[in-house]
């Protein structure tokens, strides 16, 4: 690594893009408590304003690079979370209709990612997709909804993965789901749940291990991919042993 170089240049950009997506949900959550404008317009804007961010960058790609990633990266995760405020805060949206914008927020994601051949942009949208949950959450328990929406954003991440042969982003993905799950129990214990937490860890351990061997199969998978594979097993024996 030279270090002038990725200080100056690449880490600076990477801080600026993941505090865009930051500013953007916590604005969003600050005109909320401040009544500043309609839920309607809070909507309307974050869409704006995330696809602008990915234009931009497509725009720029080519000629700055790195500023260009950035601002793609940063426009996609704004989307999922804009995605996910409109069904979670507003109801606006439907299950099946937040379900159809999330998928195309995620293909958009990803398809950014392998186009500009960023990892980068792969990881950001990561993080972003796996922060939408919590940083958007209104308290209620919603397991389907929100297992299903990181049941989709690991299909997305497979996908890649499968493609660019980036088995890091796979490891980080399991990594993502164990910590949501542990999340979600943190924040809703209790008898009512334990046939749901032991479902939800019988559903990522078979889909990470059924994504292992497809992998595998396409010569995709790594060390790292072993490791996804092994983790959510691990992840559902110490979820065994809490709940018990």
Known sequence: IHWENFTAVKLMSWIGGF?????AVFFAK????NGWLTPVMRVGAGFVLGAVAVLLGLKLHGRYDVTGQTLAAAGAASLYAVCFSA???YGF????????????VTVLSF?????M????IAVLALLGGFLVPPLVSTGVDRPLGL???????????WALVARKGWGFLWFLAAGGTALVMAGWWNKFPGLANVNVAAGVCLWFTAFFAAAQFRLEKLGKDDRWTGHAAGALPLFALLMAGALL
């Open 19 to 23: 505090t865009l997506f930051l500013g």
């Open 30 to 33: 600050y005109s909320i408590d």
């Open 87 to 89: 069904h979670a805060l």
């Open 93 to 104: 949206l439907g299950p099946i209709e937040t379900f159809g914008f999330l998928t195309l």
């Open 111 to 115: 398809l950014l990612a392998a186009r």
């Open 117 to 120: 051949n960023s990892r980068y």
């Open 147 to 157: 297992f299903g929406y990181i049941t989709l954003l690991n299909v997305g991440l």
